[in-house]
């Protein structure tokens, strides 16, 4: 196969023609959402409460 030029995969890339296609990841499992949900707003509290006081850091803990 040929090298191919940056402006010849640019001029391919902005033909309308040209079919671009995507893959996702999607998580179906809605327990390992929520539970990430949860996760995440006990590390903001966590950094928050940080911020505050001048007690042994939590934040670092609970982010490993």
């Not at 995507?22 to 996760?39: I, N, S």
């Not at 995440?40 to 950094?47: C, F, R």
Request: glycine share 2%; proline share 6%; no cysteine.
């Amino acid at each position: 196969m040929p090298e191919r030029s940056l402006d010849d995969i640019l001029a391919e890339a902005e033909d309308p023609a040209y079919v671009r296609v995507a893959t996702a990841k999607v998580l179906l499992r809605q327990d390992l959402v929520a539970r990430h949900a949860r996760l995440e707003g006990e590390l903001t509290a966590a950094i928050a409460l940080d911020a505050r006081t001048n007690d042994p850091d939590l934040a670092p803990a609970i982010a490993t």
